[in-house]
Structures are given as structure tokens and as C-alpha cells.
């Protein structure tokens, strides 16, 4: 149960020290189980950074499986058999050369997350989340999501023996609900938005013995989607590129790349400068940007209404928003709202051109990418990585495809 001491407390061959809260600094038993710090805040693992530098290298890292557990020094687990794996690979960085040039600029990158598990970056932070999960002895857990974080957390907990719960807003993609429901886990609409449906998963704590895995209210998700930083480091030369955008709803690998890259840094394997970390966001749920913008350590009221169609960055208020603007100002970055017709045009005009089949969310980040260099917040000969954060094809695409009669004479020459 919750906050029951595990056995393999960390010791031998893991190196978290201590859990610690994002907004106080207090610090929290990492042998115990725990959602949020005593403050009621995100709690962040932190790691014996020394230790970890005296026992491996960069090219001990090089020389592993490329997966995402090369990175077992700075994960939380400490034994290998509490693993929870679907196969995580190392994705690849894709080039955008056609939309190089239309845009005269320098070279654009996209870290196409596409290839994990469930088809999507959250399969990431569920591995990691739900690997210790088991390790603590959990037997049930639950989580509200737009989708694809339900889709990872019924896939994971299915292979680990755990019972699953998902809770999706009315107007979730039906593809997501299907996936999600087909991995045993017992799925539920609710008539509201992701805010309502963690209230939900809240609520069921007690009543129903479930462990929340929503969104920074459990210190574990975050670890996973760090590797993102870590992985891009290496692929980079172990270098940061100038600017990485980021489709931002609850902020999770937003906040989880920005830690990756200051271990990496404290490490010093980190070569060169820090990425200016960008929150891309809708015009029409934008709360992280509207509130940098004003110069506000958070969120002070939830963003109404709630229209955009890009699932994955509807979140009205972060519950880690002041983590979210914390990575935004160290980093020197800043958050970019897009228009969300701008967006399917893009997807269309990235796949024709480049071959590359971005989901809403990676379009998103192309086009605010677009329309900082024309504002001039990046430069052109920056080089930047976007992120395509889940496979297109979890996604509605425009109708296609026209009829021949192959009984009727064909016009070659109209085809």
C-alpha cells in the first residue's frame, strides 16, 4: 500500500538520495511510496550526482543496449528485475530538409517519439512510473488523461499484473479509448476536461485503493521522460541543441528534459551551453504562455473556455505550473501559442514535403516554430529540435480518396 517502506529500499547499485519538494525543499523517504511532498506540491527525485559520476562514463552509456534503461544510474529503480519493459527504444532524430529550405533556416530536427511503446512519449514516463509501482507492491492505480497516457498506463500495468483504471474527458480521441479499454484497464468518459477527471481519480483514493499516477502527482512519471533529455544529449554529441519545442499540457517532460539536462550538466557531460526549453501551447487553451507573458510564477486562473482540438495541451491549469514557468526563465526560453487551423494545414504540408507523419501535437511545434523565427525569438541558423510526441495515426486525418468505376472508361491523364 501507499507509504509502506519496500524491502530493496535504494542502496547498492541505485543513487537516488532523497525525494524533495519542488517548492519547499523538504525532503521526503525515497524507501516509501508517496504522491505529493507534505506541502502538497510535486516531489523530485534527487540523485548522489557524485557517486553516480565515479561509477560510469559516457562511453560505458555508449557501449549499452540503446534503449532507454542505458540510463539506469539516474532512473529510481534499483533492481533490474522490477523492470517493467515493452521494448524502449532510442528514437530517432529526423531532419526536415524541404522545410529547411522553404524557411531559409538552420537545421530542424524532430525527435519523433512516435516509435515507443503505444505510440507515444508516455509510454516513457510509465515505464518508469509503473516498473516502481511494482517494485513498492502496488496491486491497483489510476489516472485521468486526454488519451495517450491512459493508453501507456493500461499497456504497462497490464504487463506487470497491476489493475488499471483510466478516466478520459467526453471528447477524447476514440482511437486512445479503444486502445486503452483493449489493454484490460477499465475505462470511463466523463462530461468534462482532464481537471475533472483527476478530481475523479482523487476522490477514489481511499474508496478504492488505487495509486494516482496523474500527472506530477507522483515523483516517477518524471524520471521516465527525462531520458528524452538524455537520449538527445548523446544523439547530439552529447551537446544541446539551441531551442527545443515542446508540446506542453501538464508539463511533465517539459520540467523532466529541463532536470535532465542539469544532471547532465552537474555530471559534466554536457558540453556547450543549456537549451532555451519553449512550452508550445493553442490560442485556444494557452495558460503556461499567457502567464509568462505576464511575468506570473503561476497560473492564476484556469483557462476558460477550453476549445482547442489539440488533446495533449488541453490542461486549463498545470497542478506543476510554477515548475513549468521555473524551466521556461532558466532555461531563457519562452512559451509559443499556435493557431489550431494553422496546425492540420502543417501536418498536411510536413507529410507531403518531408514524408514525415506528424501527430497534431509535433505539428504544433513546427508551427511555433515557424512563427518565432519570423518574430525572431530564434534565430535562423539556430539549431532546434521539435518534438512529435505520439504517433499521427492516433489522430483523426482529414477524409481522402476518390473512386474510380472500373467498369467505366478511365482518364488516365485526370488521375
Known sequence: MPGTPREDAPGDGCFVSHLECSATGERHDPSRLHNTSRAGKPLLVRYDLEAVGRTVTRQDIARRPADMWRWRELLPLRRAADIVSLGEPVTPLLSLPAMRRALGCGEILVKDESRMPTGSFKARGLAVAVSMLKAFGVKRAAM?????????????????????????????????????????AKVWRVNGLINHCGEIVAAGREKMGWYDVSTLKEPYRIEGKKTMALELAEQLGWRAPDAIFYPTGGGTGLIGMWKGFQELRALGWLEGSMPRMVAVQSTRCGPL????????????QPWEPVTTTLHG???????ADFLCLRAMRESGGFGSAVDDDEVEAARSEVARKDGVHLGPEGAACFVAYRQELRRGRVAPGDRVVLFNCASGLKSDMPPAGRRLDRFAPIDFAAL
Do not use: M, Q
Not at 144 to 171: H, K
Not at 290 to 300: L, P, S, W
Open 144 to 184: 485521468p488523461t486526454a488519451g495517450n497516457a491512459g493508453a501507456a498506463l493500461a499497456a504497462y500495468c497490464a504487463r506487470a499484473g497491476i489493475e488499471s483504471w483510466v478516466f478520459l474527458p467526453d471528447d477524447a480521441p476514440e482511437a486512445a479509448l479503444r486502445e486503452t479499454a483493449l489493454h484490460g
Open 289 to 300: 504562455v499567457k502567464a509568462f507573458d505576464e511575468g506570473k510564477d503561476t497560473v492564476e
Open 313 to 319: 495541451v488541453r490542461v486549463p491549469k498545470p497542478f
